[in-house]
């Protein structure tokens, strides 16, 4: 989308405005809206359904494609090779797995010319984890190490059950200094994509705590909260957002193919 190519049509529900906290305004080609017709109101819009049997299936690594090349504590995947959506609807894996733990863990998955498919790999030293492919896990993911961490790569990580980052952690595409970088980021190079499908007990799929930090995708098929203070860039589907005090939610930055959408159903 650009001045010289606009989209068909746009319809943009609520105005556009600098942060989601600011007062909005009709949007218009000033703020890079860009429609051969723009419409300022929109109509429902029903959240995409996620075809998590097939993601369950093809992941690599994941249930069903165990990684080719490990070290240390990389995931436990699934622990009785069924998709547990109802049964148990946070996954058949009891334990949430640590994304950023203490020490370093290593998973690759590796097609039969030895090239590496997919990767989660953890590096604690330097705070980064490298990331590749299509990635299932039949349980709950977290984050709460307190520090800034770096993803390098592009993935999308699908999960059973829910997703949480808490103790100010910070988990970023692009660093600078003691947080994101919100204004350098390249997320069609650099993008981790978190789709979660279970429920916390409080209605969410995935959460983020005071003062969090993110950048990349969410999907939720529950809810999405996001904490206080938390600072959050990427495209975000849910069925419901719950916005903390002095939250930001961020565009992607100028030069990122993409557009930032918050559903509540």
Same mark, same amino acid.
């Given at each position: ?85 109802? &049964?148990?609807?946070? %996954?058949?894996?009891? *334990? $949430?797995? /640590? !994304?950023?733990? +203490? ?108 003062? &969090?930090?993110?950048? %990349?995708?969410?999907? *939720? $098929?529950? /809810? !999405?909260?996001? +904490? ?38």
């Amino acid at each position: 989308m650009s001045s010289s190519q606009p989209i068909y049509e746009a319809n943009v529900g609520g105005g556009c405005g600098g942060l989601i906290t600011n007062t909005t305004h009709p949007c218009t080609a000033s703020d890079r809206v860009w429609a051969s017709t723009l419409l300022n109101t929109a109509a429902p819009i029903t959240l995409p359904v996620v075809d998590d049997a097939n993601a369950y299936m093809t992941a690599k690594p994941g249930p069903n494609n165990p990684c080719s090349i490990t070290s240390g504590t990389p995931p436990v995947w699934d622990n009785d090779a069924t998709l547990n959506l109802t &049964t148990y609807p946070n %996954g058949s894996v009891p *334990a $949430a797995f /640590n !994304l950023t733990p +203490g020490t370093n863990y290593t998973c690759r998955a590796t097609d039969g010319a030895g090239n590496i498919v997919g990767q989660l790999d953890w590096n604690n030293a330097t705070k980064t984890l490298t990331i590749n492919g299509k990635l299932y896990i039949d349980g709950s993911v977290y984050s709460d190490n307190g520090v800034v961490d770096l993803y390098q790569g592009s993935a999308t990580l699908f999960l059973t059950g829910t997703f949480t980052i808490t103790n100010s952690t910070k988990i970023c595409g692009i660093t600078a200094t003691a947080t994101c970088d919100f204004t350098k980021w390249a997320p069609n190079s650099n993008m981790l994509i978190v789709v979660a499908h279970g429920d916390n007990g409080s209605g969410y799929s995935i959460q983020m705590a005071n003062s &969090t930090k993110w950048q %990349g995708g969410f999907f *939720a $098929a529950k /809810n !999405l909260d996001l +904490g206080q203070s938390s600072i959050d860039e990427g495209p975000m589907f849910s069925s419901g957002i719950n916005l903390g005090n002095s939250v930001q939610v961020r565009p992607l930055p100028a030069g990122g193919h993409g557009i930032l959408l918050a559903f509540t159903l």
